[in-house]
């Protein structure tokens, strides 16, 4: 049980640091943080030990569909490159099949790891209206409550827009997305969006937590709570309530359509918003759009005691898969943040500084920047920057 | 053919150039309800009226003033009662205050409803002498105006917990995308994506996804393809100019063409129409109150009177609707006599006069039309 101590001891040397989450990281580390750190805000007691034995972690991780599995087998390659101490249990699930049996791997696989790593699962349409959508059953399962992305301008990349700093907090559990629809008379049928107190009042928590954290000025909450009076009312309601235990912190709301409006003709007014979850799914993919596309943005969805990371705007890219060409960038940062969550932010940084610096400098682009690179050399590029630091070189 | 799915009487859909019942028209003189509204709405409004009665427009305005505070509907229901019986109308956005109770509908939601009016139709053009971010958009957003996620049906059947119901009807739908093909078809345009979001909501935006697959089966020259709402919203801000003609049901479409707005010069610019059977309701595109802006002589005319155009064009008044529109665009493309929202200095009046002059003495030169009085 040497292993098992050993991990008792390591959560109990961390315990201080996890109550204080929040407090001052630099009681530990020191001169290596960087300012992308994206810390899940946990409670003390509550959080399960990591999936750590002799050092190395285990993280789950999801291949899912089109351009998925190529990409999650670079970021295999460069972890492996950069000696990252992360072993992946890789768990397949198969769009087509209508049973859940595959899913319910995944989950009690993500359960017992804490952590995950996925590229998107495809929902075929085709399929009957009782199979549900397998990106959703995995979010309400584990409770993953909070959708963040962070979209930021990045110098070597042409857009319209420049100086964007805007993060995104979304509902990730309810709202429009509960699946629940019938059809009560023949031709006519009825969705429901559920909105509750509890969701709302966590959401809004979080918003506001990570906003004091990252100290960030501004919070909007975005709503259409002029149609939708009760259910958008209540989401507002409950962001007033917890806006007020926040003081320094400036609140304001605009409806969706006028933020979006906003969004494409000024978007360096907005710092910090928190929706519900449909209208996240379309300002997040407005702001990816904004900062130069989906291959960029990198995304987490949190939960209390779990975390997965992927891509911001959920793309499988179908129409590019396995043709070498789709942009890496959004799941190596998306990987750089799973390892900030486990902690390793030292690695972290090295191949956020990597890639980052293969983006801006080398301008090393993939077609979807406009660039001639294949998703193979950009990854190259990246390991060559690694291996250039000097500190983490494998010895293969 | 399309018009087997459709029984006979939505066969007369409406369209602006299609036979219709008779316009309130006595006298060779049209009547018009005009409901001012809130914020700008009112000195819009007024300027309409004086552009109007500059050009010897044959129309007569019956104005209907609606006051949001009340929480009686009388005022609403004389407005519908108005536009039943004159068929068209012009008006800006009533104001729906978010602290009032459940009870109280927004009122610009009632009037669509009662009238029926399912058809809301915004045209996204570049204008030359705007400058944006993108050029060469040309977009047509068609969008479902009754049902989808505005049927303000909602309830709280566990406290803490509200149900919102979002309807989608298989008739609705079959009508809105009847609609979105033959105005694709009248005005020539070779592609219709509709806007949906089906992978997640299955049953709802499938049915209405099946509906477009089923009308766009009846018009095989034009090509039909769908598109999830956060990819759309992804692709308008990237590459706009792929887009043609868009349908999409009540929310997709509000966010949608909020986006549009934005991408060819903001709300001043774009007007918007409300098609229904038998009425018609014309107003700006964005439907924006202006609160903060109201009485300062800063908004933006264009918008209101585009819609004016359209509302003549409504009424086969083709004549007096090109030259106010002509006068419109040529005031914003070529004289940079600009509002504040365009990064203009210009006021409201100054732009109005502006386009006065410019019906009345078409010849004269631009400069020398727009000379300060």
């Not at chain 1, 990106?135 to 584990?142: D, G, I, Y």
């Amino acid at each position: 049980m040497a292993s098992h101590s050993a991990v008792l001891s390591m959560s109990r040397l961390l315990s201080p640091f996890r109550g204080g989450l929040l407090g001052n990281p630099t009681k530990v580390f020191g001169t290596t943080l960087t300012s992308h750190r994206n810390k899940t805000l946990l409670t003390g007691d509550n959080i399960p030990p990591p999936a750590k034995y002799g050092g190395r972690h285990t993280v789950t991780l999801i291949p899912g569909d089109g351009i998925g599995p190529e990409l999650l087998n670079h970021v295999r390659e460069v972890f492996r490159f950069s000696c990252v101490p992360v072993d992946f249990e890789v768990v397949h699930v198969n769009s087509a099949l209508e049973t859940d049996s595959d899913m319910d791997n995944a989950i009690t696989a993500i359960r017992r790891n804490g952590v995950a790593l996925k590229g998107n699962i495809e929902t075929k349409h085709t399929l009957p209206p009782s199979v549900k959508s397998r990106n959703n059953v995995l979010r309400t399962s584990l409770d993953l409550y909070a959708n963040v992305m962070h979209c930021q301008s990045l110098p070597g990349v042409q857009t319209r827009h420049k100086n964007i700093d805007i993060i995104i907090i979304r509902e990730n559990t309810e709202g429009e997305y509960s699946s629940l629809e019938h059809e009560s008379v023949s031709g006519v049928v009825e969705c429901l969006k559920i909105i509750t107190r509890n969701n709302s009042l966590r959401i809004a928590d979080y918003a506001f937590r990570l906003a004091r954290e990252k100290g960030r000025r501004r919070v909007t909450a975005v709503h259409k709570a002029n149609i939708m009076k009760l259910g958008d009312g209540l989401f507002l309601q409950c962001c007033r309530e917890v806006a007020s235990g926040y003081p320094e912190i400036t609140f304001d709301s605009m409806i969706v359509d006028n933020t979006t409006m906003q969004l494409v003709s000024k978007p360096q007014q907005f710092d910090v918003m928190v929706m519900p979850n449909l209208y996240g799914n379309v300002v997040s993919n407005v702001c990816a759009g904004l900062v130069g596309g989906p291959g960029l943005v990198p995304g987490a969805n949190y939960g209390q005691a779990y975390a997965v990371f992927e891509t911001a705007t959920r793309n499988t890219g179908k129409s590019i898969a396995d043709k070498n060409i789709a942009n890496p960038t959004a799941m190596l940062l998306a990987s750089c943040m799973m390892l900030d969550h486990l902690q390793l932010y030292d690695y972290a940084s090295l191949i956020r500084n990597a890639v980052l610096t293969t983006m801006n400098e080398t301008r090393l682009h993939t077609a979807d920047l406009g660039g001639q690179g294949t998703t193979s050399e950009v990854v190259q590029s990246i390991m060559r920057i690694i291996q250039s630091k000097g500190q983490l070189i494998s010895e293969f | 053919m399309t018009a087997r799915f459709l029984p006979g009487s939505l066969r007369r859909l409406f369209c602006s150039w299609s036979s219709r019942l008779p316009p309130a028209q006595y006298g060779g003189r049209h009547t018009v309800t005009l409901i001012p509204g809130d914020g700008i709405g009112p000195e819009l409004a007024q300027h309409v009226q004086d552009m109007f009665r500059i050009c010897c427009v044959p129309v007569d305005f019956e104005v209907i003033d609606i006051d949001s505070t009340k929480a009686s509907e009388v005022d609403i229901n004389n407005a519908i009662i108005a536009i039943k019986r004159n068929r068209v109308a012009l008006k800006g956005n009533i104001e729906t205050n978010h602290d009032s109770p459940p009870s109280y509908k927004s009122r610009n939601c009632l009037l669509r409803t009662a009238l029926d009016l399912y058809a809301n139709v915004m045209h996204c053009q570049s204008l030359p002498g705007v400058r944006t971010r993108h050029e060469n958009i040309n977009i047509t957003i068609i969008r479902e105006n009754t049902e989808g996620e505005y049927s303000s049906l909602e309830h709280e059947s566990v406290p803490g917990v509200v149900e919102c119901l979002k309807i989608i009807t298989r008739t609705k739908s079959l009508r809105i995308a009847d609609y979105a093909f033959r105005t694709a078809r009248e005005n020539g345009r070779g592609r219709v994506t509709a806007v949906h979001k089906a992978n997640i909501m299955k049953l709802s935006d499938g049915l209405f996804l099946e509906c477009c697959k089923e009308v766009a089966s009846g018009y095989p020259e034009i090509t039909f393809d769908t598109m999830i709402v956060d990819n759309t919203a992804m692709q308008l801000v990237s590459r706009p100019q792929q887009f043609e003609v868009m349908v999409m049901p009540n929310l997709y479409g509000n966010v949608v063409s909020n986006v549009c707005a934005g991408l060819v010069g903001g709300p001043g610019l774009v007007p918007g129409a409300n098609y229904g059977k038998e009425y018609a309701v014309f107003e700006m595109g964005t439907r924006n109150t202006g609160k903060d802006i109201a009485k300062h002589d800063t908004a933006n005319p264009t918008a209101m009177l585009l819609a004016s155009c359209l509302l003549l064009d409504h009424l086969r008044l083709h004549h007096y609707a090109s030259t106010i529109r002509r006068a419109v665009l040529s005031t914003v493309t070529e004289t940079q006599m600009l509002t504040p929202d365009l990064g203009g200095h210009s006021s409201t009046s100054e732009v109005v006069q502006c386009i006065m002059n410019a019906v009345q003495n078409p010849t004269k030169h631009l400069k020398d039309r727009c000379r300060s009085t």
